[in-house]
C-alpha cells in the first residue's frame, strides 16, 4: 500500500535531501559546462590539439572518474559517510576550475580535467548511492530522473551562460573559464548544509581490499547483465566533445558553438524526469531499448547531414536519448545490485563504463583524424545495434523470473 501511495506522488514522493542534491549537480554542471562547451574549440583553435589528441584527453580524463568511483562507492559502503565523499569530490571539481583559464598547452588542460575528473570519480557512486538511500523504492526512478534532470539544467545553463558572456566579451574563451568558478563554489556550499544523511546500519570499518571475488559473484546475474548492456552502450556514445566538433565542421561560429550543449541539454532536461517516473511504471529495460533506439538515429543523422540545422537536429536526438536512458540505467544498477553493496555495485559499473569509454573516446577521434565525422558517428549506430541486442536479454530474462514467480505462486 505505501509502495503504490508512492508511486502515485511521483515527484512529490522525492525527499527535499534528493532535491538539494540536485540543485548541487546544477551548479556544478553550470560550472563545467561553461568550460566543456568551448573546451574542443579552445584545445584546436587555440592550443592547437589534434581532434585524436581531444579524444584522448576525454578519454583519460573519463577513465580517471569511473577508476576513482570504484574506490569512492567501497568506501562509502565500509563508512556509511557518503555525504563527506561528496563534499570532498565536489570541493576538488570546484578547485581545478581556475586551471582552466590559466593554461597554455594542452597538457596543461589534461591536468586540469584530469583533477575535474577525480572529484568527479570521488562523488558520483557516494551520490547515487546517497539517492537510493533516502528515496522510498517505489519513487527510485522518480528521485533519479529528478537528480538528472536537475543536473541537466545546469548542463544547457552553462553553455547559455557561456554564449552570453562570449558576446559580452568579446569572445576571450579565458575570460568565461574564470567565469565559471563562481557557480562550482555554491555547489560546494550547498552540498555541505542542504543535504541531511540518513543514519545507516549496514556500515562497517572493516579494513579490505576494495572488490573480493566473493562480492563479485554475489552481485548476481542480473547485476552483470545490466553492466554488460552498459558497457555496449557506452562504445555507442562516446564524448560529446565530438559533437561540438562537428558543429564547428559543418560552420557553426565560435561564438555560437555552445548553443550545441543548450539545444542537447534542454531536450534532455525535458526529457529525463518524465523518463524516470515512467520508467517506475513500466519495464526498465524496455524503456532503455527506446532510448537505444533514438541514439542510433541521433548517429546515423550526424554521419550523413552535414550541415547546420542537420547536426542541431542530430544534438537533439542525442539529447532525447541522454534524457531517456541516463538516471534509468542507475535506477536499473539499484534494482540489480544488494543493498548492503550498492556503493561499490555503483562504483563497479561506473568503471565498467569509464574504461570503456576511455577506448571509445580515443577511437572516435582517430577515425575522424583518419576518414572525417561520418566514420566516427557510423560506428556509434554499430554499437548501439549491439547494446539493443543485450537488452533484448534482459527483456527475456525479466520475463523468466517475472513468469517463475507467477508459476511458483500458484
Known amino acids: 500500500m505505501a509502495t503504490s501511495a508512492v508511486k502515485r506522488g511521483g515527484l512529490r514522493a522525492v525527499p527535499r535531501s534528493v532535491w538539494a542534491i540536485g540543485f548541487v549537480s546544477m551548479f556544478m554542471d553550470i560550472s563545467s559546462e561553461m568550460i566543456h562547451s568551448l573546451m574542443p574549440i579552445f584545445l584546436v583553435g587555440t592550443l592547437g ?28 559502503d565500509r563508512l556509511g559517510k557518503r555525504k563527506l565523499l561528496a563534499v570532498i569530490g565536489y570541493g576538488l571539481g570546484a578547485l581545478s576550475k581556475p586551471i582552466f583559464p590559466l593554461a597554455v598547452t594542452p597538457f596543461e588542460v589534461l591536468g586540469a580535467r584530469f583533477a575535474d575528473r577525480i572529484g568527479k570519480g570521488i562523488r558520483g557512486a557516494p551520490r547515487d548511492a546517497l539517492v537510493a538511500d533516502i528515496t522510498e523504492l517505489g519513487a527510485r526512478g522518480a528521485a533519479f530522473g529528478l537528480r538528472q534532470a536537475l543536473d541537466t539544467i545546469g548542463a544547457f545553463l552553462g553553455p547559455l551562460i557561456a554564449i552570453g558572456l562570449m558576446l559580452l566579451l568579446a569572445g576571450n574563451i579565458r575570460a568565461v573559464f574564470a567565469w565559471a568558478i563562481i557557480p562550482a563554489v555554491i555547489a560546494v556550499i550547498l ?5 541531511e544523511e540518513r543514519k545507516r546500519s549496514l556500515a562497517t570499518k572493516e579494513v579490505r581490499v576494495p572488490v573480493r571475488w566473493t562480492e563479485v559473484r554475489r552481485m548476481g546475474r542480473a547485476y552483470w547483465g545490466v553492466v554488460a548492456v552498459g558497457v555496449v552502450f557506452t562504445l555507442a556514445r562516446f564524448s560529446e566533445a565530438f559533437l561540438v566538433l562537428r558543429a564547428q565542421d559543418v560552420g557553426l561560429a565560435a561564438t555560437l558553438i555552445p548553443l550545441v550543449l543548450v539545444t542537447m541539454n534542454v531536450v534532455y532536461a525535458a526529457v529525463a524526469a518524465p523518463a524516470g517516473v515512467l520508467s517506475d511504471r513500466m519495464s526498465r529495460p524496455l524503456l532503455l531499448a527506446l532510448g537505444l533506439g533514438v541514439l542510433a538515429v541521433a548517429d546515423i543523422v550526424l554521419a550523413l547531414w552535414g550541415s547546420i ?14 534524457g531517456i536512458t541516463q538516471g534509468l540505467l542507475a535506477a536499473l544498477v539499484a534494482d540489480a545490485a544488494p543493498d548492503r553493496l550498492r556503493g561499490t555495485a555503483f562504483g563497479l559499473f561506473n568503471l565498467a563504463q569509464g574504461v570503456v569509454l576511455l577506448f571509445a573516446s580515443v577511437i572516435a577521434g582517430i577515425l575522424w583524424s583518419r576518414f572525417g565525422p561520418s566514420s ?35
Open 309 to 322: 540545422p542537420g547536426v542541431l537536429f542530430g544534438v537533439a536526438l542525442w539529447g532525447v536519448h541522454m
Open 49 to 76: 590539439a589534434s581532434v585524436a589528441l581531444v579524444g584522448l584527453i576525454e578519454g583519460v580524463a573519463e577513465a580517471s572518474a569511473s577508476i576513482t568511483k570504484v574506490f569512492s562507492g567501497w568506501l562509502s
Open 191 to 195: 552540498m555541505i548544509f542542504g543535504v
Open 376 to 410: 566516427t558517428f557510423g560506428l556509434g549506430a554499430i554499437f548501439c545495434g549491439l547494446a539493443l541486442l543485450g537488452t533484448w536479454a534482459l527483456l527475456r530474462r525479466k520475463r523468466d523470473v517475472t513468469e517463475g514467480d507467477l508459476s511458483d505462486s500458484r
